[in-house]
């Protein structure tokens, strides 16, 4: 199993902990109590509305700074801030990257829309053919269908 590590950064204390940063380990229930799970997994939350005296608090709070920022203590950070920010490539990375979401967020709305429209028809013709069996005509359901 590949050691993953998974980043979740917001602009609230999600975990309601009081902490800028919070490590988050998988632990196993046993009737003894909980022993830590070795999955090879890291689970990290960090927010910027804690402000804590720590390098990691400083550095989530530039990333609130909406324009690129020439930050000594952390030089590789401002580099690659600056880069999307105010380039070119940079801009023009971000929007591909932005585009691609869109596609994909698009191609799952519309898989989700025909799912439900495939719901709803089925039920549709659940009705119908109930109706149907009870008598009512053709013309009485359309009637229904136009109101």
Do not use: W
Not at 12 to 32: I, P
Not at 103 to 126: F, P, T
Request: net charge negative; proline share 3%.
């Amino acid at each position: 199993v590949p050691q993953v590590t998974i980043l979740y950064i917001t602009e609230y204390d999600a975990l309601n902990n009081g902490q800028a940063v919070t490590h988050v380990k998988r632990c196993m229930k046993t009737k003894g109590g909980f022993i830590p799970v070795y999955d090879k997994e890291d689970i990290f939350f960090a927010n910027t509305e804690i402000k804590e005296d720590s390098d990691k608090s400083e550095l989530l709070q530039l990333f609130l700074r909406n324009k690129a920022f020439d930050d000594a203590k952390f030089p590789e950070i401002s580099k690659a801030v600056k880069y999307f920010k105010e380039t070119e490539g940079g801009r023009s990375e971000v929007c591909k990257t932005v585009e691609n979401y869109a596609k994909i967020y698009a191609e799952e709305a519309a898989a989700e829309s025909r799912r439900e429209g495939r719901k709803e028809g089925e039920n549709i013709l659940a009705d119908t053919v109930v109706r149907l069996r009870q008598g009512e005509t053709p013309e009485q359901l359309a009637a229904r269908g136009i109101g």
